[in-house]
């Protein structure tokens, strides 16, 4: 790998890559995108990452504004159709100058470089590599306006990396892609503790299994749906440590408890592009929090406080409010258009007094705990108070045959007021739902409609499938008067 690196080095420098430079990566997880992060450092230039789930839209939005001057892509990679993508989006805004294909043709106005070609000149020892220099670009989830692009300098994740070393084993399974946080920081966790990187392209939970148990995986992390059917595999799971997972489909319920009945301990995480994923991680030791989104911060030099939005002042430990961090993974600014400079206005609206804003409501435990409790946006003000939509959705849940429902508010002439979509095995009777909120809730929690829908409008990101609030409230206003 470290030859094909310093071909890679030298095929990249002979193309007429120069230090600075973007290079917008569409790749599935495997020994390529490493190679590309790799000579990327040792060349000064910067890895912009692409989601292989992304579309034209997506795709022109982000490698266009990054200012990429190549494209990497795997055109036989899922029968994804890459060049039907690349098609429909005009050129001139894509802005790259050439494609990078793994293999397989690319159709389009663009020269196209191959893979082997690169690799198939003279090795370079080029190693510009340095803390202060751009390596990195993700981008948010971009469900309520454009993905903002998250700028990391080398220094961020090399810092975490060294932090998340007392948590990873031996080997590790990255299985969530790598295009995304979550996906990287497992990248991140086996750099640090020296570990056996195990990587998949797309996962398969029975081949996942199977890893697990071939390689004695210790170490994985990954969405809520993952591990439910991983542990339902009936492989032989005793070599992993304790699982960190992300809830991103609150229709799965007992996960913990699944994992748990065949010997695997599910905790808690937090994170997000701009400090990296795992920032915090719960102590699997304590049993009644150890499955609570958030923990302890992982490195010792972080630091969180939760303040009152409407005021800034801090509040107390136990309270609710908004998330701010400080520590060495923090990102260097979100890119402006064009990818050459930080858009300083931008970033600045996101800190204050060198604290970075999360947009996160959570609760301060102490001064290294917290745990997260919700997006702050999706909080809802309800008849005067601060409420966690999830309240109400879990107790329209305790209905069985609700699969799912997702609660948001709309701004009626007597205030905000929640309305709830569900998703249920059988048609629901609204009157009794919310007749079961009434006797379980405040008045001013309970929604003043249940609705049905047949699925959640959602936005594909590579730490798995954000739900489209912004698209349920304007359902919502559709349907209440």
């Avoid at 839209?57 to 266009?64: A, L, N, P, Y």
Wanted: contains cysteine; hydrophobic residues 40%; proline residues 5%.
């Amino acid at each position: 790998m470290q030859e094909e690196v310093d071909r890679l080095c030298g095929g990249l420098e002979k193309w007429g890559i120069k230090p600075g430079d973007r290079i917008a990566v569409w790749l599935p997880n495997g020994v390529p995108y490493l190679e590309l992060l790799w000579a990327a450092a040792r060349l000064g230039i910067v890895v912009v990452s692409v989601n292989t789930r992304f579309r034209s839209t997506e795709v022109e939005d982000i490698v266009g504004r990054s200012g990429a001057r190549l494209l990497v892509v795997d055109p036989s990679f899922l029968g994804i159709d890459f060049s039907g993508i690349l098609s429909r989006i005009e050129p001139t805004k894509l802005g790259i100058e050439a494609v990078v294909s793994l293999g397989g043709p690319i159709e389009g106005p663009w020269p196209i470089v191959h893979w082997d070609d690169l690799l198939g000149g003279n090795p370079s020892d080029v190693d510009r590599a340095n803390p202060s220099l751009p390596w990195i670009v993700f981008t948010t989830s971009g469900t309520t306006s454009a993905p903002k692009l998250v700028l990391h300098l080398q220094r961020s994740p090399a810092e975490h990396a060294r932090d998340l070393k007392r948590w990873f084993g031996q080997s590790v399974l990255a299985a969530v892609p790598l295009c995304g946080v979550f996906g990287y920081t497992m990248l991140l966790g086996a750099m640090g503790a020296g570990s056996e990187l195990v990587t998949m392209p797309v996962f398969d939970a029975p081949l996942a299994s199977l890893a697990i148990e071939r390689y004695g995986v210790t170490t994985f992390h990954g969405s809520d749906e993952m591990l439910l059917r991983i542990v339902e595999s009936g492989r032989d799971l005793s070599s992993l440590n304790a699982v960190g997972y992300a809830r991103f489909d609150n229709a799965l319920e007992g996960v913990v408890e699944a994992a748990a009945r065949v010997g695997v301990k599910a905790i808690g995480l937090y994170g997000m592009s701009e400090v990296h994923a795992i920032y915090s991680h719960r102590d699997e030791d304590d049993d009644d929090r150890s499955a609570v989104p958030g923990g302890t911060l992982v490195s010792s030099r972080a630091e969180a406080r939760v303040i009152d939005p409407s005021t800034g002042n801090n509040v107390s430990e136990g309270a609710e409010g908004e998330l701010l961090l400080k520590g060495p993974s923090l990102f260097a600014g979100y890119l402006a258009d064009g990818g050459t400079e930080i858009d300083t206005a931008l970033t600045d609206a996101h800190f204050v007094d060198g604290w970075f804003r999360t947009g996160d409501l959570a609760r301060l435990e102490n001064s290294q705990t917290f745990e997260y409790l919700a997006r702050l946006g999706d909080v809802l003000r309800l008849g005067g108070f601060l409420v966690n939509p999830a309240e109400i959705e879990d107790c329209i849940l305790q209905d069985p045959n609700v699969e799912a429902v997702q609660v948001v508010g709309v701004d009626l002439a007597g205030g905000t007021k929640p309305v709830a979509f569900v998703i249920s095995e059988k048609p629901i009777n609204e009157d009794e739902l919310r007749m079961k909120c009434r006797s379980a809730l405040a008045a001013y929690k309970v929604p003043v409609r249940i609705l049905e829908l047949d699925e959640f409008p959602v936005t594909p990101s590579a730490n798995g499938s954000k739900i489209q609030k912004v698209r349920l409230r304007e359902l919502a206003m559709e349907q209440v008067e």
